[in-house]
């Protein structure tokens, strides 16, 4: 099966700009996550989503983040406006509904540096 | 809130020796996940494992749960250079409904 896909790979911002961030998921995966992963940091979670509903997203900082999975398939991640921190990688992941084994099965990332 | 430790954070190793990564989980789950992360790629799943005193292995690596304890132990058996990666542990918090990656361990195995 095709592996969850995500756009852009790498990207470069000013601060106070705006990004924007795409995930395709595999197919037939009911749940999308995105997380944050800093450098030397383990991934922490920024949002999920059922279908295209939210699940959780008690981690994501509204005042700049925000996230949408419409028809639940794609979801975009956008941040603005970025800060010096928000330099990460943003790594998107799906898993099957049902059943404890399904593993999240996570997409290359998208590097994000914010200067 | 869900905490998830592991240690050491940083582990050198010589080729041939056996290590074991363990990872902590402050509360009560149902699931704990293995991932493996090479350099600039993205997270591989090695292992899940359900349930106290579940075992996996898979070449060189096994992987151990104690729910009792909140343990997972990685033991790395005979290491060789291509195991050298960063080994993520991630438990989902039944009472929190989310998977929480511990800080990572980086493994470097040496000739």
């Known amino acids: 099966e095709a592996g969850v896909a995500q756009s852009p790979r790498y990207k470069i911002i000013e601060k106070r700009q705006s990004v924007a961030f795409w995930c395709n998921p595999i197919?037939?995966?009911?749940?999308l996550y995105w997380y944050q992963q800093i450098l030397g940091q383990g991934p922490k979670l920024l949002i999920q989503?059922?279908?295209?509903?939210?699940?959780?997203d008690s981690q994501l900082p509204k005042d700049r983040f925000s996230a949408e999975r419409l028809k639940g398939v794609d979801s975009t991640l956008k941040i603005q406006p970025a800060k010096l921190e928000d330099s990460a990688v943003y790594l998107c992941?799906?898993?099957?509904?049902?059943?404890?084994?399904?593993?999240?099965?996570f997409g290359a990332g998208s590097r994000l540096t914010v200067l | 809130e869900l905490k998830v430790e592991q240690n050491p954070l940083f582990l050198s190793m010589q080729e041939g020796k056996n290590y074991t990564i363990y990872c902590d989980y402050s509360t009560t789950s149902d699931r704990l996940y293995w991932y493996r992360q090479d350099p600039g790629k993205s997270l591989e799943s090695l292992f899940v494992l359900l349930s106290n005193g579940a075992v996996k292995q898979e070449g060189r690596l096994m992987a151990s749960l104690d729910t009792k304890a909140r343990l997972s132990t990685l033991h790395i058996t005979a290491a060789v250079h291509d195991l050298s990666a960063t080994y993520f542990c991630?438990?989902?918090?039944?009472?929190?409904?989310?998977?929480?990656f511990g800080q990572g361990t980086i493994l470097t195995v040496h000739p």
């Open positions: 992941a799906s898993r099957r509904t049902g059943g404890k084994a399904n593993v999240l099965t």
């Open positions: 197919s037939g995966h009911a749940t």
């Open positions: 989503f059922q279908n295209n509903g939210v699940v959780d």
């Open positions: 991630a438990v989902y918090g039944t009472s929190y409904g989310k998977l929480t």
